[in-house]
């Protein structure tokens, strides 16, 4: 089990590393593109300068998410991070029709770079180094699960795309069909508006309190009822409050138990629901079975 301060220190060096591969990448690109004219690639050092924004952001913003609840945030930071995602996710949708627009202009007007050796050597450099901080920022994201890494590595994927777009293009000028350029360009630039408009509909869902799928709320009963004393469950309630589920319930028992033996079955429930993937923090509710107030009540089981 990974702790905050573990999950936090994951979270900066993943965030730093993104943060020194997006330059690293800029200046190779960006050098190689200027010295050959190649426009593919200033265009992909561009789109990496971008991302690198976008890393900064993640670097100093959603780090705060990890910070403990205050008298400002009581209930604590969880929803800084999707909003950090919710921002990387825009980016790159934007970026996307940005590339999209520079590939449409491309159809129309040539302008093919000198064929170079050079040009590959500076784009497969660029692949390489996006799939090293691709799959770091996977590996450390198994044990931190924050959206905001989530979509930095998704921007890793639609750097080397990109890429191996631009590779099609310098090819292209030395077997002499400069349209595969364009041609290429255009169609990684609808996966990668595609992609930041997936990153941004997660991310409003735990921005705006969504629901979790039925299956979450049928383990949730299913839980509560394996618990001996449970007489019946009803108006359950789970959303998200930002990464994390939020669950509010009202749950059945004998009513003539002792109040403290009562309040031990309280906390030995909410303490199973804090156990559940995903399940931040849980407010459970005792009633007294047998009223009949909630027969009707299909959460009732």
Not at 42 to 53: I, K, N, Y
Not at 253 to 259: A, K, Y
């Amino acid at each position: 089990m990974v702790d905050v301060e573990d999950e936090r220190r994951g979270f900066m060096r993943a965030s730093w590393v993104n943060v020194l591969g997006n330059v690293v990448k800029i200046v190779v690109e960006g050098a190689a593109g200027l010295a050959f004219g190649s426009v593919a690639l200033v265009a992909d050092a561009a789109h990496s300068l971008a991302d690198l924004v976008a890393s900064v952001v993640v670097l100093i913003w959603g780090r705060s998410s990890y910070d403990e609840p205050d008298d400002t945030h009581p209930h604590g930071h969880d929803r800084i991070e999707p909003l950090t995602a919710l921002f990387v996710g825009a980016v790159i949708a934007l970026l996307g029709l940005l590339l999209l627009s520079e590939s449409v202009q491309g159809l129309v007007e040539q302008d093919p770079p000198d064929a170079n050796l050079l040009l590959l050597g500076a784009l497969a450099f660029a692949i390489v180094d996006m799939y090293l901080v691709y799959r770091y920022t996977t590996l450390v994201n198994e044990d931190v699960n924050s959206t905001a890494l989530r979509a930095l590595a998704a921007d890793c994927l639609n750097d080397i795309y990109t890429s191996f777009a631009a590779v099609v293009g310098v090819a292209g000028v030395w077997f002499g069909q400069p349209i595969l350029d364009p041609l290429a360009g255009a169609l990684v630039s609808l996966l990668v508006v595609y992609q930041g408009v997936e990153i941004g509909r997660e991310n409003v869902d735990y921005l705006t309190g969504a629901a979790p799928d039925p299956e979450k709320r049928t383990t949730i009963i299913e839980t509560l009822r394996t618990h001996p004393e449970v007489r019946g469950v009803h108006d359950l309630t789970v959303f998200y409050d930002g990464t994390v589920l939020e669950v509010e319930v009202h749950v059945e028992v004998d009513g003539d138990m002792p109040f403290r033996q009562a309040h031990d079955i309280e906390s030995d429930l909410v303490e199973r629901l804090r156990e559940l993937e995903n399940v931040g923090d849980a407010h459970v509710h005792l009633d007294p079975s047998g009223i009949g107030e909630w027969k009707d009540c299909p959460d009732n089981r």
